[in-house]
Nanobody, 123 residues
Framework: VQLQASGGGLVQAGGSLRLSCTASERTRSSDAMGWFRQAPGNQRKFVAGISWSGGLTTYADSVEGRFTVSRDNAQNTVYLQMNNLKPEDTAVYYC?????????????????WGQGTKVTVSS
């Protein structure tokens, strides 16, 4: 499975962006999808996750209430709507696929990764 992330860019604080992640093929019905981000000099960190059905979602505390993850399985695409962006949200954002929902926050359990899309939030 290949994942292609897009939608990053430069935005002012308080603005919004929507990231997309499209898979090259349909993922398994047990697969969950996650978004991670990595700021310069920092480790890659969990941002948001969604179950295959879309019925379960979870977020990092730092983005709860501002970011929304969703998916369209007919399009093999997962989205990350980011609102009220802050300079500390600046990072390269990665989408990834994991076999089971219970591992959605565990980076080491992910099987496939997209190439990353850069988000820069200016103050």
């Amino acid at each position: 499975v290949q994942l292609q992330a897009s939608g990053g860019g430069l935005v002012q604080a308080g603005g919004s962006l929507r990231l997309s992640c499209t898979a090259s093929e349909r993922t398994r019905s047990s697969d969950a999808m996650g978004w991670f981000r990595q700021a310069p000099g920092n480790q890659r960190k969990f941002v948001a996750g969604i179950s295959w059905s879309g019925g379960l979602t979870t977020y990092a505390d730092s983005v709860e209430g501002r970011f929304t993850v969703s998916r369209d399985n007919a399009q093999n695409t997962v989205y990350l709507q980011m609102n009220n962006l802050k300079p500390e949200d600046t990072a390269v954002y990665y989408c990834a696929s994991v076999f089971e929902w219970r591992w959605v926050k565990v980076l080491s359990k992910y099987n496939y990764w997209g190439q990353g899309t850069k988000v820069t939030v200016s103050s």
